[in-house]
Structure formats: C-alpha cells, structure tokens
C-alpha cells in the first residue's frame, strides 16, 4: 500500500468513510480527556473551597441553633446531602462526578440558607448577595457549561423566591434587571475563567506529548520509549525487543530527497503505531526504530518481528518502497534494557551484513 498513490482510494473507501464517521467520537473522547484532566488540576482548589463552605455553613448552624432547633429535621437533611456533594467531590476522578459533587453540594446549601432566612428573617437583604456569591464560587470550580447552568439556576430558583422587593412596576423592574444582570456576570465569569483553563492544561499537555512523542513518526522517543520500556519491564512477564533499521535510507535520501525520506519514516510510524496486543514502539535514532513487545518464547518474537518486516515492504512514499532489517532479543530474567538492547543492535547488525531486509535472532535468547 502506497502512502501517497493511494490517498484517493482512501478518500473514497468504506474504511475511510467509516473513519469520517467516526472523528465526532474522537474529538468528543478528546474533550472528556481534557475536562478529566482539568478536574486533576481543579482537585486541590476545590476541595478546599468544599471545605470551608461546609465549616461556615456549621459555624452558620451553631450560632443560630437556638432558632433553628425546630427544624433539626430538614437542617440534618441538607447537611447530610452536602456531606454527600463533599465525598463526591473529593474521590471524583472525572468531571462528571466532580460537577455532580459540587453542584450537589452548592444546591444543598442555598437550600439550607433558604430555610434560615425564611426562619431568621432578612431575606430581602441576602438573597441576591447569596446568589451571586454562590454561583460565582460554583463557576471557579465548575468544569462543564451545563453542569454550570443546571445548577446556578437551580441555586437562584431556590434562593429568589425568599428575595422582597417593592411591588410597584419598578421594583420589579428593578429585580429583573438584578437577577439577569447577576446570573450574566456569573455565567460570564465561568466561561472566562473556564476557557483559560483549559487552554493552560491542554498547552501543558502538549508540552508533555512533545517531550515524549517524535513528532515525525507519532511514535514515542527514545526518552519516550526507555521510559515506558523500562516500566513495562518491571510489571509485565517475558518481553523481546526487536530492533529496526530502514535498509540504504541515506541512499534513498541521496537519491529522492529529504522530502522523500521524511514521508518514508512518517510511513514507517503509521506502521508501527497499528501493530497489535501490548508493543510498544519508538523511534531510538535518525531511521532506528524499536519495539518492545511480549513473547514467551523466541520463536514467537521471530515471528511477530518477521511480521513486521514483511508489512514494511508494503510501504512507500512517492513511488519509493523501503525494506527493514530487525534484530530480535528475548529479554532474560533481570536482564538490564540496555543489555537487551545492545544484544538487539548486534543481530541488526547480523541482519545487515548477510543481505538485509530480515530478521536474525539474538543469541542469547535461543533456547
């Protein structure tokens, strides 16, 4: 399959039509991953935030219990339902329970300040203050814009009715203009803070993929690869390495140019990047690739490594093929990566010297 003779059938393709259908899912995976990643960096905010409403709502309890003690019933109900929004927020791992767990908690307590100032009287000067403080705090915290307006609203829907104005036209004028103008600033508020957010985290984000990814090929680097490799080694059981090298690339750069060769090695990623189960692949040098995959035994390395030479010659770019040479290295029981890589290298180099474009087995992982 050819990377660039083949883009209009690939255009025009089942397989490519299914992939159109299916970006809308991607892009929407990609925005859950991100607001995840926002509630990692909201958590520690947040929660102090819960914290200290959920002490001033206490300290709001016990200095007017002796009023408020008729109705322990209902005063016990919103705070368990609080209690409730603060376990939520603070084991939330996504931002769908962490935006349940706040707002749950923030609807809890403009309930709860409802029934003291319908008790204790004042409403008339606290509702709107009450509101506004509220929703404000709700849209530092709050990730998704419809969790947002679900529950600011909810929170002024319970709160406004408590609010006296002056019956005359223009008090209710004068109320309409206060509830739009304060529910507008605070929804404002979170989208301006909401968006920078996230531009901070995904620009954070991107800053580690390019510290990890080769942005050539899409696989990892070799930062990326010995990392990852050297976890996968520690937790995972047997494992081979197979190392790669792009046969006479210098030559093919001589020959077609570096345009040429950059699109072969793109190609070489793609490739790898679709390669089955748990490998993991890297880019270790200019055209060196390896790949760290499970293998219980070495025949089983030798045929996953073969495989991947035989796929290789079925790549170009502009009418130019290439070919791979692999070695192939099972790792021993506590061998070091390094070992394993070198005893790799050194069957590439075997693979190189006796005509190229196959694979020869370490000898250290025969038997």
């Given amino acids: 399959m050819t990377i660039n003779g083949s883009h209009a059938e690939r255009e025009s393709s089942p397989a490519h039509s299914l992939a159109a259908g299916g970006r809308a899912s991607v892009a929407t995976q990609r925005e859950r991953r991100l607001d995840d990643d926002v509630v990692r960096h909201l958590r520690k905010p947040a929660r102090v935030l819960a914290c200290a409403a ?19 019933l209902a005063l016990f109900c919103w705070t368990f339902v609080q209690a409730v929004g603060l ?4 084991s939330a791992r996504d931002a769908a329970a962490h935006d349940s767990g706040v707002g749950l908690m923030t609807v809890a307590i ?54 006296a104005f002056a019956p005359w036209p223009a008090g ?41 990814q080769d942005a050539l090929t ?21 494992q081979g390495l197979i190392a790669l090298d792009v046969d006479d690339f210098k030559r093919i750069n001589d020959r077609h140019g570096h345009e040429v060769g950059d699109r072969l090695l793109h190609a070489v990623g793609r490739l790898l990047q679709r390669l089955p189960g748990e490998a993991l692949a890297g880019r270790t040098g200019g055209e060196e690739f390896c790949v760290l995959v499970p293998a219980a035994s070495p025949a089983a390395l030798l ?65």
């Fill in 54 to 72: 959920a002490f001033a709502w206490l300290v709001s309890l016990w200095v007017s219990w002796p009023v408020l003690s008729v109705f322990a």
């Fill in 87 to 90: 376990a939520l927020c603070m």
């Fill in 110 to 163: 403009a309930a709860g300040c409802r029934l003291q100032l319908d008790v204790l009287g004042g409403g008339e000067l606290w509702v709107l203050p009450l509101c506004l403080m509220l929703s404000l705090v709700l849209g530092l915290v709050q990730v998704r814009l419809r969790s947002y307006v679900l529950c600011s609203l909810t929170v002024w829907l319970v709160l406004l009715p408590g609010a």
């Fill in 172 to 212: 209710q004028a004068l109320r309409g203009v206060l509830v739009v103008g304060g529910f507008t600033l605070a929804l404002l508020l979170h989208r301006g803070v909401a968006l920078a957010r996230r531009r901070r985290v995904a620009a954070a984000a991107s800053l580690a993929v390019l510290a990890y």
């Fill in 218 to 238: 899409g696989v990892a680097n070799r930062r990326g690869f010995l990392e990852v490799a050297m976890e996968k080694l520690r937790a995972s059981g047997p």
């Fill in 303 to 367: 045929a996953f490594a073969g495989g991947v030479v035989e796929a290789a010659r079925r790549v170009s770019a502009q009418g130019v093929g290439l070919t791979l040479s692999a070695g192939a290295a099972l790792v021993q029981p506590g061998e070091a990566l390094e070992q394993a890589m070198r005893r790799a290298d050194t069957a590439l180099g075997d693979a190189k010297r006796t005509g190229k474009n196959r694979v020869v087995l370490a000898p250290g992982a025969a038997g």
